[in-house]
């Protein structure tokens, strides 16, 4: 009878450990389908697989993906914010804003503040923005869908606004020298985006705050009971991820050597495409910045072969929606758990 009793005390401890070893398949469910299109991309034109294609796609991708992961921890800990296509455009613009010269860029700018504080102001406004975020969303209880939406419309009107609707240019090397940059023969993007999700990723799978952050959006409820101070995490984690969307401006920025007045408009379709096709689940809880970022590199790769085989740019918008669809319903009958 006791060995019964022992048996069955023993068993149930078992389980537990099934959702990791899960966890970590997803984690590289992309796999496959990454090695698959590189395949049909060469089949399509060798040309995909030369390293300076595939620096190509690392380094237009790398922006996005900044966006991505700042995404992926705010979806992670059960909360949505749209804002992110907004503020990725905003926060350069309001530094442009500040220092550019209106005599070189016809009217444009203000002229206020030196070119060497560039950096710290993107940063700044990112910062601010999920701030006022958190406010809204942890302090005032308002539902974080509705307020990052209706936030994305007015933070794309006050770009439109202090642009007057045109491209700001003439920046200066402090705003277009980490998007510009080529370290060790790649761009710095590249590397600053893989340093971000190597950090991100030590930091939400082997510290108390990520997985902290877990909890919360597992069920915010259990979580304060254990102790976790919930709100300032949530408000913490909207706080970093519009940094982590302004300093992906600034890298696009760069990049371009510009700010224009619709810059990251319709990005966020790309965003969440690359964070659901990932796994990361919208529900809050669940999925890695491992398989968010093997999420955005399918995406990109899928892109850059359409590109190769001469399918006209305008076809993207319908593979992003279509990418969510079917993530969402493989998500659906996978998971065996409902969508809000």
């Known amino acids: 009878m006791s060995d019964t009793l022992s048996t069955g005390t023993a068993a149930p401890p078992r389980s537990p450990r099934r959702p990791p070893a899960i966890a970590r398949l997803r984690d590289v469910a992309l796999v496959p389908a990454i090695v698959v299109v ?8 060798p040309v995909f697989l030369s390293s300076d294609n595939i620096i190509n796609v690392l380094q ?4 996005i993906s900044v966006v991505v992961l700042a995404e992926t921890i705010v979806l992670i ?7 992110l296509e907004s503020t ?5 613009g309001v530094a442009a804003w500040l220092i550019v010269d209106p005599a070189v860029t016809h009217g444009l700018g203000v002229h206020v503040l030196p070119a060497a504080l560039a950096v710290p102001v993107v940063l700044l406004v990112g910062v601010l923005i999920g701030a006022f975020n958190g406010l809204l969303i942890v302090r005032f209880g308002l539902n974080g869908f509705i307020v990052t939406l209706g936030l994305l419309i007015v ?13 700001f240019f003439a920046l200066p090397e402090s705003l277009t020298y980490l998007g510009s940059a080529v370290w060790l023969g790649v761009p710095a993007s590249v590397w600053l985006s893989l340093s971000l999700f190597a950090a991100g990723i030590v930091v939400l799978g082997y510290t108390r705050p990520g997985r902290a952050l877990y909890a919360i959006g597992g069920n915010v409820d259990a979580a304060r009971a254990a102790g976790i101070r919930t709100d300032r995490i949530i408000w913490l984690t909207l706080v970093v991820a519009g940094a982590l969307a302004a300093f992906a401006g600034l890298l696009i920025s760069g990049r371009l050597a510009a700010v224009p007045a619709a810059q990251g408009s319709g990005a966020i379709f790309q965003v969440f495409a690359a964070a659901v096709i990932g796994g990361v689940s919208l529900n809050g809880g669940k999925g890695t910045l491992f398989g968010a970022f093997t999420g955005v590199l399918l995406l990109f790769m899928i892109i850059n072969v359409l590109t190769l085989a001469g399918v006209p740019a305008q076809w993207t918008n319908f593979l992003n929606g279509a990418v969510i669809l079917v993530a969402l319903v493989v998500s659906r009958m996978t998971g065996g758990k409902a969508q809000n």
């Open 155 to 167: 933070l794309r009107g006050l770009l439109t606004g202090i642009s007057g609707g045109k491209t």
């Open 88 to 92: 990725f455009g905003l926060a350069p």
């Open 77 to 83: 800990s059960g909360k949505m914010d749209l804002s």
């Open 38 to 45: 590189a395949i049909v991309g060469f089949a399509v034109n």
């Open 60 to 63: 237009s991708m790398s922006e």
